[in-house]
């Protein structure tokens, strides 16, 4: 009986996902200054800070925002491999999760292209309110799919009774991380009343975790 076809990118591309890789550390930290700023900024405004201070604040978040999505160029083809990947899981369940997540992601990341290319004004989209809403949607389902499928791999691996610490942390920071960041994309849709604020701590605290998650230990 033949072996089933395994899905995946050519080497080529594999090696080019590996490259880009390389600026997770910076990408991690760029959002930590996005998302910290919007903080004090939201404080400042709530409270009658000076003007000044705050559009300066601001604009330097909105640069560092701008930034972020230079360095994610491409990125929409590591969720590309993310969802071909998917293709060759057995559990049905975690597949269709799996293809959801990657699918979902893969089209939150192509919008964010085209939101860049838009901003620095390489091109003209017509209707940019409709593309932020595909943007923060994609977004929004992502991480939705993504929390639940940490919690649905942590429910199979606990209910076989094998310990594995390590695992069993990851998918936990998984549905930790995938949850609070939700509040984000919910706040830019309005179908919560979240404030800036608020927004700030649940971006500073995924940062954090990122930052934690990437950052290089000690051989």
Same mark, same amino acid.
């Given at each position: 009986?033949?072996?089933?076809?395994? *899905?995946? @990118?050519?080497?080529?591309?594999?090696?080019?996902?590996?490259?880009?890789? +390389? /600026?997770? &550390?910076? %990408? $991690?930290? *760029?959002? @930590?200054?996005?998302?910290?700023s919007k903080i004090p900024i939201h404080?400042? +405004? /709530?409270? &009658?800070? %000076? $003007?000044?201070?705050?559009?300066?604040?601001?604009?330097?978040?909105?640069?560092?925002?701008?930034?972020?999505?230079?360095?994610?160029?491409?990125?929409?083809?590591?969720?590309?491999?993310?969802?071909?990947?998917?293709?060759?899981?057995?559990?049905?369940?975690?597949?269709?999760?799996?293809?959801?997540?990657?699918y979902s992601l893969f089209i939150w990341?192509?919008?964010?292209?085209?939101?860049?290319?838009?901003?620095?004004?390489?091109?003209?989209?017509?209707?940019?309110?409709?593309?932020?809403?595909?943007?923060?949607?994609?977004?929004?389902?992502?991480?939705?799919?993504?929390?639940?499928?940490s919690a649905y791999k942590l429910k199979?691996?606990?209910?076989?009774?094998?310990?594995?610490?390590?695992?069993?942390?990851?998918?936990?920071?998984?549905?930790?991380?995938?949850?609070?960041?939700?509040?984000?994309?919910?706040?830019?849709?309005?179908?919560?009343?979240?404030?800036?604020?608020?927004?700030?701590?649940?971006?500073?605290?995924?940062?954090?975790?990122?930052?934690?998650?990437?950052?290089?230990?000690?051989?």
């Open positions: 009986m033949s072996e089933p076809t395994a *899905y995946s @990118l050519p080497p080529e591309a594999l090696r080019f996902l590996d490259w880009l890789k +390389k /600026t997770d &550390g910076r %990408d $991690k930290l *760029y959002r @930590l200054v996005a998302y910290g404080y400042l +405004k /709530t409270h &009658g800070g %000076d $003007k000044d201070t705050i559009q300066r604040l601001s604009k330097g978040a909105s640069a560092v925002g701008l930034s972020r999505k230079l360095m994610r160029m491409f990125r929409s083809v590591q969720f590309l491999q993310d969802f071909l990947s998917a293709l060759n899981v057995k559990d049905p369940v975690e597949k269709a999760l799996g293809l959801f997540k990657s990341m192509v919008v964010d292209h085209m939101q860049w290319f838009h901003k620095v004004g390489y091109i003209k989209l017509a209707d940019e309110k409709k593309w932020s809403t595909i943007h923060s949607k994609a977004w929004f389902f992502g991480l939705l799919s993504g929390a639940i499928l199979s691996l606990l209910e076989k009774g094998k310990k594995d610490p390590a695992k069993e942390f990851k998918l936990k920071q998984g549905i930790v991380k995938n949850s609070v960041d939700l509040i984000v994309p919910t706040a830019r849709l309005g179908w919560m009343d979240i404030s800036d604020g608020t927004v700030g701590l649940a971006g500073t605290i995924t940062s954090l975790i990122g930052i934690y998650d990437t950052y290089p230990t000690k051989k």
